[in-house]
């Protein structure tokens, strides 16, 4: 385990834990461990299923653990691959085709074409995608003689190219990869607690009703992908923020969501504190932290800088 010590902007040179924590004790600086990252939220639901719900704690759950086909690439940049490996789309947008690559849900089962089709009828079945008809499969032999498993998205035709450019990635970038077998068995509990077996770079290792997450990366994530820096990332509920506040203070969370105006004001004259509006909530975190507000959260960019 790494260590850093803090004091008032100093950043001490990063030690074995029994050499820093002596150190941090001695000049009265925070500590916190820097392979693992807690994220304090407000108090959720007990019975909160991360599959259907826009709280906090949610979406930084589905943002670490959901497995997409493809995300949008930003304002300007280039649609990014999650789980496939090549995609091909038709001048009118109307035909996506995703050939599905090597990666791996946690467990190690590969993730199949029933996968995909299962997790996409969900969605459809759910509202979330609505500029998508339907989708296929089919198998390829390449010009190796290795068989090469494609889904196909058809997209609806009422709507013109642009639309589709626009809408097609972002809807499939909430639309979560699961996996279809322990989905089956999950039944009407899919999505709450540990209930959800997904292809992201994090999964859910623990959970206690209403007060905490526990997700680890993922083991199989770095078959194909780029390995995210924090091995555990802890989301924490919080009744009230002062208490988040000395949490963040003592070093036992590293950021947390407030409404709270007394607490933001404390934040202000806090020289080792940051804050970041986000839609619903401000963020508070440490300085040095590379951390997203939840909608917009990517778990794999979560990390001190150094």
């Not at 077998?181 to 899919?190: I, N, Q, V, Y």
């Not at 997700?215 to 923020?241: G, H, K, M, W």
């Amino acid at each position: 385990m790494k260590v850093v010590c803090i004091q008032k902007g100093l950043r001490l040179a990063i030690l074995v834990p029994v050499i820093a924590v002596f150190l941090c004790v001695l000049t009265g600086a925070s500590c916190y461990a820097v392979d693992t990252v807690t994220l304090g939220v407000p108090e959720f639901r007990e019975d909160l299923n991360v599959l259907n719900s826009q709280d906090p704690a949610a979406m930084y759950v589905f943002k670490a653990v959901a497995g997409r086909l493809i995300s949008p690439g930003g304002k300007s940049g280039p649609i990014k691959l999650g789980i496939i490996d090549s995609l091909k789309v038709g001048n009118d947008m109307l035909q996506w085709s995703m050939r599905i690559g090597t990666n791996r849900f946690p467990s190690g089962a590969a993730i199949l074409g029933p996968d995909v089709l299962f997790s996409l009828a969900r969605c459809l079945r759910n509202g979330k995608l609505p500029h998508i008809k339907g989708a296929s499969s089919e198998r390829k032999l390449n010009a190796t003689g290795v068989t090469e498993e494609w889904v196909i998205l058809h997209a609806q035709p009422d709507f013109d190219s642009k639309t589709l450019a626009q809408y097609v990635p972002s809807e499939l970038a909430n639309c979560p990869i699961l996996n279809k077998f322990t989905s089956e068995l999950f039944g009407e509990a899919l999505g709450w607690g540990t209930n959800l077996v997904s292809a992201g770079e994090y999964y859910i290792s623990d959970f206690r009703a209403g007060r905490e997450f526990i997700l680890d990366r993922s083991p199989t994530v770095a078959n194909s992908r780029v390995q995210p820096a924090i091995p555990r990332i802890t989301i924490r509920a919080f009744r009230e923020s002062g208490a988040a506040l000395e949490a963040l203070r003592v070093g036992t969370i590293d950021s947390f969501l407030t409404k709270d105006i007394e607490v933001l004001a404390k934040v202000e004259k806090d020289e080792t504190l940051l804050l970041k509006q986000c839609s619903s909530y401000t963020q508070v975190f440490r300085k040095g932290l590379s951390l997203e507000c939840p909608e917009s959260f990517t778990a794999s960019e979560t990390k001190y800088l150094s």
